[in-house]
């Protein structure tokens, strides 16, 4: 039964009361309209009668409670009114149905049980637009990441192709530089007496470290362009377009290419020691899945363990955060013949009880800081359960951090 906040007289408040208590509803009771409305706002009622027949109850009251009040703009209201009373504009604007005076206890009754209906009707109409706006977000969010994918896609291919002839050619340098650097030693030895002007130059030029450190430059310049490839590879298996569909995934790789999307994130800060990544993966299958949905689901997660530990150091006084070692676990094992799992830990402070009960929502907002990673979790949530099917669980402990595990089937049924 519902809980009915009465605005009355005294001898109306006495039938009111009689008739809804014997069904089980809980009357609250108020003289005049400013009472009615301190009580609304302290026992948020489910529907309100409003004696529109008292004469220390004016329309004007009524109005101006319903105008003022947001919170009372949206509660049922059936307005008790005279039958020289009645007046239907001033109906549609002030309340949502009417009893004619005197009250027949079954009509009352019904506009009750209608209003508890039409109030019922309206929460699952708001819930409804809530997720119908979700959705729609959703459906933005999945758009955004497949362009933003396709652009970094594009923009990697074009780095490729320049860093792929640089690559090559240093190949060619290396084994010219060898080469030359062989013939001058030959000459070396071949020359006994060199005149003064190629002594200086020797000099000049400390042809021996020169010698030595163009090999290493070039050496080093072969490293720093196959590190750029290998980024260049990794950003491109990351975007991959899910617009082909299902496809075969191997996650270790997905995984691997995340990390290394977020490396630049772990070395140490002020504040802060190296995050060790530690990494225990299991013989895997590939799976079916939309590929770079998983690769941003990885990220998010992966992206909120870095913040937590963040947060976690700068929440420990000077001495524990020297001794505080961040460490990010990540294991993959295959769960049945038809299931596989992935394990994202952290050694940070563990979640609070309004983070646990409302982490995977959309629109909750916690701290500044760990905002876009909270977002980032709910369509992760999103991704792995709604999309493919999977589940997302999270176990939180004090002094033991945080653990997500993601379940996902090996094939799309």
């Known amino acids: 039964m519902g809980k009915i906040l009465a605005i009355a007289d005294a001898l109306t408040l006495e039938v009111l009361q009689e008739f809804l208590s014997g069904e089980g509803h809980q009357v609250i009771v108020a003289p ?26 004016e329309w004007l009251d009524l109005y101006r409670m319903r105008a003022d009040n947001s919170e009372f703009g949206t509660i049922y209201v059936i307005l008790l009114a005279a039958s020289d009373q009645f007046d ?35 929460a699952q109409l708001e819930r409804s637009h809530q997720e119908l706006q979700q959705f729609h977000h959703r459906i933005i969010e999945n758009e955004k990441m ?13 780095i490729n192709n320049p860093i792929t002839f640089i690559y090559s050619n240093l190949t060619h340098i290396q084994t010219y530089a060898n080469d030359l650097i062989e013939l001058l030693r030959m000459y070396q030895k071949q020359l006994i007496n060199p005149s003064e002007e190629i002594l200086q130059k020797q000099q000049d030029m400390d042809v021996e470290f020169l010698l030595d450190d163009f090999l ?6 072969r490293t720093g362009s196959d590190r750029i490839r290998q980024i260049i590879l990794s ?5 991959r377009s899910d617009r082909s569909g299902w496809q075969l995934f191997d996650v270790s790789d997905g995984l691997e290419n995340t990390l290394l999307l977020l490396q630049h994130r772990l070395p140490a800060r002020e504040g802060r020691r190296d995050i060790k990544v530690v990494k225990d993966y299991g013989n895997l299958p590939q799976i079916e899945c939309y590929a770079g949905q998983l690769n941003q689901a990885f990220l998010n997660i992966m992206s909120y363990a870095i913040d937590a530990l963040e947060e976690s150091s700068q929440e420990l006084n000077e001495s524990e955060a020297i ?27 563990a979640m609070s009880e309004e983070i646990k009960t409302q982490i995977f929502d959309r629109f909750f907002v916690t701290k500044p800081a760990m905002d876009a990673s909270t977002i980032g979790l709910a369509i992760s949530y999103d991704i792995i359960v709604e999309q493919h099917k999977g589940e997302l669980k999270y176990f939180s402990q004090a002094g033991k951090g945080t653990q997500f595990r993601i379940e996902l089937p090996q094939r799309h049924s």
């Open 32 to 57: 005049d309209a400013q009472s009615g409305l301190d009580l609304a706002e302290q026992t948020s009622p489910d529907l309100v009668i409003f004696d529109g027949t008292s004469p220390q109850i």
């Open 146 to 158: 497949s362009n933003l994918g396709e652009l970094v896609s594009g923009i990697a291919h074009e």
């Open 88 to 122: 239907s504009t001033k109906l549609d604007v002030l309340v949502d149905d009417f009893v004619l005076q005197p009250i027949v206890k079954q009509e009352l009754l019904g506009r009750v049980r209608g209003g508890f209906r039409s109030r019922q009707l309206r």
């Open 235 to 239: 950003v491109q298996e990351f975007s």
């Open 323 to 349: 001794n505080f070692k961040p460490v990010i676990l990540i294991r993959t094992q295959v769960v049945s013949g038809q299931r596989i799992a992935i394990e994202i830990a952290d050694n940070g402070i």
């Open 216 to 221: 290493k430059i070039v050496s080093s310049m």
